[in-house]
């Protein structure tokens, strides 16, 4: 019993757990969902708008069209248990490039999905970086929130 608290300490200590899951330097933030009706879609959709902040004493960065159109994944899935299905990046990738992200500064985007994920979980799965060079890359993910109108 002794030998495994020792190891758990050390895995602990030299970063062997998910730490990017609760980054305390960028925080995400899903809100209500909408029911939106563009013109040219013969289909409701669902939307839902995301905010993020930089929490830290430090500039972080990111890849996007903007700080209000960056680049992100959506995940969703049916019950609790079930296995989270990823939907891939949102954007192509055309006309992106390195944002910076000052401390303090607090951005919103809107995430989309089709009404067929009404009633799912959702979240969104966010990168960003420690500096410029791009060297390190960190992941975190949103809280789940059920796709319902108005929730």
Known sequence: MKYVTIICILLFAFGCRDKDV????LSLELGETKG???AA???????MEVVYKNNSAQSVWIFGESKENPSYGIESRLQ?????TEHGIDECG???QI???KPGSKHSFNITLPAKYKGSDVRVVFSYYE???LNKEHQIKSGPRKLEIGK
């Open 22 to 25: 609760d980054s305390p330097i």
């Open 36 to 38: 939106i009706m563009p």
């Open 41 to 47: 879609w013969h289909g409701k959709l669902l939307q």
């Open 80 to 84: 609790g248990k079930d296995k989270w």
């Open 94 to 96: 055309f006309g992106d």
């Open 99 to 101: 944002l910076e992200i």
């Open 131 to 133: 500096d410029r060079t």
